[in-house]
């Protein structure tokens, strides 16, 4: 019998990690800054106005060179009040990924509306423009692109096909802020962009949301939608006469103890996600050449980045692993690195199409499935009809988010996963 010259940690092995990772992961990072500006709020009784989310709106409109932010109080509430603003009504649908967070479209119910989902492209796991035409109807309203995992997605096509069908874009940009695609920031490509800046993101403000846009009637639409004090100063004819009341019978303002935070994250946020950018492409430049697994981030020179690296993934390509499955992988790389507070795990957010609120509950009491109550087909989408997608949770994983640059540490991480990958046949 001969001994393997590497043994693997999960089989008694000596752990890669070694070093101590301190902050590395810590995050958001909160300073006396952030303390200030949230004790100033306090201490003026002043949580529930609306004078510092005025303020950091107007910095995040300067931030985003957009002529218009709305601020709200989840990104999910933002992207219903964009969806809305954006046209979307009664019996309509909108297309969009379905391994995204629920917030990405499961708002659609309450409009009467449903999501019809098109294909991932697996390299990016972002909305494939190449799945999106067939799929247009007569009620199709408004296309959902979700840049996931921080991950840009292809706007120029989709662009191209919402010009031609005379569709709204409406980009869920939560896990992607001060992103890039081709040089354009994130979330000012399509006709509104809306996001959660809720605590675990890579914008963090505690709960929050907003939607950026530089279409007057979208802004104020959805200030009407859920925002009943500002609705005596809206502009539109057809707001007007409706002011003083909330058309969405929402509110939705942003507490402004989060607006506070969120106005000091922002003033750092480009310089952190610089660092973030940096120690990312560090962990993926030393795997090049690794086998099995692949970055997810686009290729250097495009004019895309990836922002923050919100949930940062790996592609997985366990054919090239003996066809070692994806979860065994994830339960070696982190026994390798045990103690560094980060254990890898298998896929990301769970298929939407396949679970029963997409299926099978009726939410409002239609006497059929909500998703397709105002239908005129069924639409649903049972298992096997969108197969890329559904062979994603087994090509991908977690890989850790670095706050900061350091190179000795971030090689160690890097350094567990190649061993993992380079000894899979002791796993099979
Ligand atoms: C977090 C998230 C949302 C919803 O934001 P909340 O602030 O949690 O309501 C929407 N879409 C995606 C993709 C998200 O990750």
Known sequence: MTTAAVQLAVHGGPRTLTADVGDLFTWPIVTEED?????????RGAMSGTDVTHLFESELADWFAADHVLCHNTGTSAIHAALWAAGVGRGDEVISQSMTFWGSSLQLYSLGATVVFAEMDPLTLT??????????TERTKAILPVHYCGHPTDMDPILEIARKHGLRVVEDVSHAQGGLYKGRLLGTIGDVGAMSIMSGKSLACGEGGFLVTDDEEIYERAAAFGHYERTSRLGHPELKPLAGLPLGGCKYRMHQLSSAVGRVQLRHYRGRIEIIQEAMNHFWDRLEGTPGIRPHRPAVGSGSTMGGWYAARGLYLPEELGGLPVASFCKAVSAEIEGGGFSVSPGANILLHLHPVLNEADVYGDGKPTRIAFSDRDLRQPQGSLPVTE??????????WFKHCRTEVIDQFADAFRKVAENADQLA
């Open 35 to 43: 303390e200030a500006a949230v004790l100033e709020v306090l201490r």
């Open 127 to 136: 909305l494939d423009p190449d799945d999106i035409e067939h799929r247009i």
């Open 391 to 400: 062979s994603l949770p087994a090509r991908c994983y977690s890989i850790p």
